[in-house]
């Protein structure tokens, strides 16, 4: 999704986004049975307190707006009081360009901003058009899928003097934040395992793409793997990473995802102490989407560090549904008692108002792209080894080889 923020004239933000099932909730097929429909309701929140304007829709096939805004009319329009859904779309009249991301960003003036929730393999080609075009960007997780990738949007992102975020939203979740707190004061680290596991019936929605453009390390593992490097910053780096994976079940009936689609990626990672030599540390991430069906939460999680772990949400069970359970901490969509959309402390909708804040921040001169990288904020420039986590586990899997990780001439690069 880019967005449009008009700087020091307006008060207010001009965006488009990616029309996928995280921005709409529309699968194609129906409305999402998950959680995902974040990006385009948080907007037109957004829109409706003042901190964003204009906003439009990019996708790849102009034929899904019919479908999507009435779509969005029956779950946001019809269930929230006072929300604007105008947008533009792109591409207009239902025609189908995978390039008309780059009409949409032409566009907008420098200072306006571009939220991308788009398929992982073209996160790069298009934050980096907007980057070079003084467009501020928030791109989903993962930023990129290679490690030189991230590298360059670091550089062109302070090139150009624009925020640039990764929406690693699990950082604005309370539990998970302090637990960073809690961490700082448990000595050198030294062992963390996170899981991560959704549906087999996600393979339904993503068999476009999975196995062919990207796997389920970069899809859900880059969560924990960004929280892990987080917690660790300042304290260990990661120097070595050796991946296995299982396979056999995406690229069986009904799924029949490509022959090189992976059921559960694991990647184990050593990681160096940055003041004590002797001090290593392992970590464990495991993220699998062949979980079982019907198993009640869409996104099964959770992380062990040190002897600290994690839980949130609760449980709710109906009679044809069975047991669900229920994160409202990440995004509430109950209304409030006046009818408006009440989520916004949901770490879903804060991680996209603190990137809106940033730009338009900078837009009034009051702060500096490069302030945030000084913050727990994940910048572009503070999320960089995640990417080079995930990008070293894909080659790993590729070469059957450990891949090593270090710094050279300032930059992180793979060996
Ligand atoms: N942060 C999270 O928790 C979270 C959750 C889900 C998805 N994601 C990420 O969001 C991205 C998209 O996920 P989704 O669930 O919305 O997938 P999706 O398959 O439902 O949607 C992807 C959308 O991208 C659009 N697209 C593809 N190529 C494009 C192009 N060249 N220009 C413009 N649009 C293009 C398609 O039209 C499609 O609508 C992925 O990178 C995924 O990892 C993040």
């Known amino acids: 999704m ?18 996928g099932e995280y921005t709409t909730g529309w699968t194609g097929s ?57 947008f533009e779309e792109f591409p207009k009249q239902g025609k189908t360009d ?35 075009r003084g467009i501020h960007v928030l791109v989903t997780k993962p930023a990129t899928q290679l490690l030189s990738h991230h590298n360059a ?23 998970y934040s302090d637990a960073k707190a809690r961490v700082a ?23 476009a793409w999975a196995g062919k453009d990207s796997d389920i390390s970069y899809y859900l593992s880059s969560h924990h793997i960004d929280i892990s490097c987080w917690i660790l910053d300042g304290k260990a780096v990661p120097t070595r990473v050796v991946a296995s994976a299982a396979t056999g079940i995406a690229t069986s009936e009904p799924y029949n995802c490509v022959p090189e689609t992976e059921d559960t990626i694991t990647l184990l990672v050593d ?35 040190m002897g600290e772990k994690a839980h949130r949400g609760y449980d709710v069970t109906v009679d044809d549904v069975g047991k669900s359970w229920s994160n409202p901490f990440y995004m509430k969509y109950s209304p409030s008692e006046s009818g408006h959309f009440d989520g916004q402390r949901g770490y879903g909708y804060v991680s996209i108002e603190k990137f809106i804040d940033a730009a338009r921040s900078v837009n009034a001169m009051k702060s500096k792209p490069a302030d945030y990288d000084a913050t727990g904020l994940p910048t572009i420039a503070n999320t960089v080894l995640t990417t080079a986590i995930l990008n070293a586990g894909r080659i790993s899997l590729d070469e059957k080889r450990p891949v090593g990780i270090k710094q050279q001439s300032g930059s992180w690069v793979l060996e």
């Not at 880019?2 to 990616?18: A, C, E, M, V």
């Not at 996160?123 to 058009?129: G, Q, R, T, V």
């Open 185 to 207: 004061s448990l000595g050198e680290f030294n062992f963390f395992s996170a899981w991560m596991s959704q549906p087999k019936s996600q393979l339904e929605t993503f068999r």
């Open 2 to 19: 880019p967005s449009r923020i008009l700087g020091q004239k307006k008060t207010q933000q001009d965006y488009d986004s990616s029309i």
């Open 30 to 86: 129906g409305a999402s049975k998950s959680d995902k429909k974040v990006v385009g309701l948080t907007l037109f929140d957004l829109r409706r307190l003042g901190k964003v304007d204009r906003l439009g829709m990019v996708g790849v096939n102009g034929g899904k707006f019919p479908a999507i805004r009435q779509h969005l009319a029956e779950n946001i329009g019809g269930v929230y009081k006072d929300m604007d859904l105008s």
């Open 271 to 305: 990681w160096q102490s940055i003041n004590s030599p002797k001090h290593k540390g392992t970590a464990v991430y495991t993220a699998s989407w062949t979980a079982p069906l019907k198993s009640g939460v869409h996104s099964s999680q959770h992380w062990y560090y």
């Open 98 to 132: 995978p390039d008309a991301y780059k009409e949409a960003i032409d566009r907008l003036s420098p200072g306006d901003a571009v939220i991308v929730f788009t398929p992982d393999s073209t996160h790069y080609a298009i934050s980096l058009y907007a980057i070079e």
């Open 153 to 175: 949007l670091i550089a062109a992102a302070k090139k150009h003097n624009v925020v640039c975020f990764v929406e690693h939203h699990k950082r604005f979740d309370p539990v």
